[in-house]
Nanobody
């Protein structure tokens, strides 16, 4: 059974940083494309970042240069380092693994506010 567990969300002031973690069980993250998505209140879920099988990453334009996705094969975890956070980054952040099936975590809340 595949499980994705996100953590690391919280309340941060504008300009601050957070690091989100997505720890997987039942699936090997380094053998699959893993992405982060987010959903703000009243909005549709949107793509944030993805890392593919060979470690190549891509980002939404809105986070390019501020967010970095990475993975740790030993910990079977994918991270999202978020710097220079803005109020518009406030959302629930979800981890996604696209394998034969698509898997989602339960989400972690990120709130950027002074």
């Amino acid at each position: 059974q595949v499980q994705l567990v996100e953590s690391g969300g919280g309340l941060v002031q504008p300009g601050g940083s957070l690091r989100l973690s997505c720890t997987a069980s039942g699936i090997i993250v380094s053998r699959n494309a893993v992405g982060w998505f987010r959903q703000a209140p009243g909005k549709e879920r949107e793509f944030v970042a993805r890392i593919n099988l060979i470690g190549r990453s891509n980002y939404a334009e809105s986070v390019q240069g501020r967010f970095t996705i990475s993975r740790d094969g030993v910990e079977n975890t994918v991270y999202l380092q978020m710097n220079a956070l803005k109020p518009e980054d406030t959302a629930v952040y979800y981890c996604n693994v696209a394998a034969i099936n698509t898997y989602w975590g339960q989400g972690t809340q990120v709130t950027v506010s002074s």
